[in-house]
């Protein structure tokens, strides 16, 4: 009897092409589409269409053309709990969150993964740029780079655990973006030209500090803007507002280019230095995930990003409890933000990661 998986379709061209290649390989194919917030959850009005509407009628068009179930799983108070109320927390304590990590973590592989058991589903598609390797020495699960390097997503999945890994599949692991857009119009998918997603879903015009204040019904009070000595600057409009290594929308007339240095929320103090004090090269990171060991014993050498578009740094990793890890780069690194996400890498391998602080 063939498998039968669980088919995360968020209505883009990758998802779709991933239901067709596990179909292609013989398992039997159930389509999910997630539904993860409601229009007055992002500040939309009744007579607007939610954003995620088309995207739900490509996924079920395509499950149609593949002749496959498609459901769609409401997930939204989930996602407001695990996804939007922390993405707004985070700014609250000055960090700049990453939501779509969460959405990984909580929704995708957490939510979605009760929900193929409930179906006897014996694994997870999705459509993430990642391989997944079987070590047969330690009978591990490996997290690996996709084969394009212009489209890895491994460092937004570092969360994953060993059990959502061994019932996980990245069909596009192996394959180029070029080749996922022409197989989707070779199969005549009405997503095959469809724009990647480029902004965090619940803030499709990239206005945190609008949603935040409309999603909170809060407003947040200016403060000083302050330099590394404590010296009154001149007036911020509320800490949300700002990001560790910002320049722009400062309103701070200087002789050198100023740049947010540090955000306190209990002095309601925004920082403001030159762009060489933007350098650092040790930080803390908690809430520890480790794919490739169970734990790190002594020092380790890694290569390790601390943000998405971020090249690999070469930098000493050491584990100093069960959830929190120091780390010293070779080289000073640009803004170190709190609340990023720091994944370490051993070649192509995910060693983990886990939450700058």
Not at 335 to 355: L, P, R
């Amino acid at each position: 009897m063939n498998k039968k998986a669980l088919v995360a379709m968020s209505g883009g061209v990758d998802s779709s092409v991933a239901a067709y290649l596990a179909k292609e390989r013989g398992f039997d194919c159930i389509g999910a589409t997630m539904k993860l917030y409601r229009n007055e959850d992002i500040g939309l009005t009744g007579e607007h269409t939610c954003c995620s509407l088309e995207d739900v009628e490509d996924a079920r068009s395509v499950a149609s053309s593949l002749g496959i179930p498609h459901f769609v799983f409401n997930f939204s108070d989930q996602f407001r709990e695990k996804v939007m109320d922390r993405f707004v927390s985070a700014y609250e304590k000055g960090a700049t969150p990453n939501p779509c990590i969460d959405c990984n973590r909580f929704l995708k592989f957490d939510k979605l993964f009760l929900r193929a058991k409930e179906l006897y589903c014996d694994c997870v598609i999705t459509g993430h740029y990642a391989r997944i390797e079987k070590e047969e020495s330690t009978g591990r699960f490996l997290l690996k780079k996709a084969s394009d390097p212009t489209k890895d997503q491994s460092y937004v999945l570092y969360s994953l655990t060993q059990e959502q890994l061994a019932h996980t599949l990245f069909p596009l692991g192996e394959y180029q973006k070029a080749q996922i857009r022409e197989i989707a119009e070779q199969q005549g998918f009405r997503n095959a030209k469809k724009h990647d997603s480029q902004d965090i879903c619940f803030v499709p015009d990239g206005r945190y500090a609008e949603f935040i204040e409309g999603y909170t019904g809060k407003s947040y009070p200016p403060g000083d803007f302050i330099d590394g000595e404590g010296k009154v600057l001149g007036r911020h409009g509320g800490i949300i507002r700002y990001t560790v290594g910002q320049r722009k929308g400062l309103g701070i007339s200087s002789t050198a280019p100023l740049y947010v240095t540090k955000i306190d929320p209990a002095q309601n103090t925004v920082t403001l230095g030159r762009h060489e004090e933007l350098y650092s090269r040790s930080l803390t990171a908690s809430d520890l995930n480790l794919i490739a060991v169970d734990k790190i014993d002594r020092p380790l050498r890694v290569k390790a990003k601390i943000r998405y578009r971020q090249s690999e740094q070469w930098a000493t990793v050491t584990q100093t409890d069960a959830d929190t890890v120091e780390v010293l780069f070779d080289e000073p690194q640009r803004a170190v933000t709190k609340g990023q996400a720091i994944v370490f890498y051993d070649g192509e391998t995910v060693v983990g990661g886990g939450t700058i602080q």
